[in-house]
């Protein structure tokens, strides 16, 4: 599987982003998907992940009700909504896959795209 992030950009505070994730082969729809992020300095840390299905969601506390994870199994892709940015969730971000059930950590995912900045100016 390889995986393409787009959608990362420059944005105001309190502005919005939509990051995607196309995904190659056969078999995205069977996939568990989801985001992390790393910032200068810090470690990598889990955002957002969605099931095979779509049916099950999980997010970082940080992002909670600000961010959308959701899935075009047709389209294999898959996508980050981002509202009320914060300068906070700047960051470089990352698509993943995996085979196995949904997680949060990041040994849970095999397949890793290679990034896109997002980055939120005050």
């Known amino acids: 599987v390889q995986l393409q992030a787009s959608g990362g950009g420059l944005v105001q505070a309190g502005g919005s982003l939509r990051l995607s994730c196309a995904a190659s082969g056969r078999t995205f729809s069977s996939y568990a998907m989801g985001w992390f992020r790393q910032a200068p300095g810090l470690e990598r840390e889990f955002v957002a992940a969605i099931s095979w299905s779509g049916s099950t969601t999980y997010y970082a506390d940080s992002v909670k009700g600000r961010f959308t994870i959701s899935r075009d199994n047709a389209k294999n892709t898959v996508y980050l909504q981002m509202n009320s940015l914060k300068p906070e969730d700047t960051a470089v971000y990352y698509c993943?896959?995996?085979?196995?059930?949904?997680?949060?950590?990041?040994?849970?995912?095999?397949?890793w795209g290679q990034g896109t900045q997002v980055t939120v100016s005050s």
């Open positions: 993943v896959a995996g085979r196995g059930s949904i997680g949060v950590h990041a040994w849970d995912y095999e397949y």
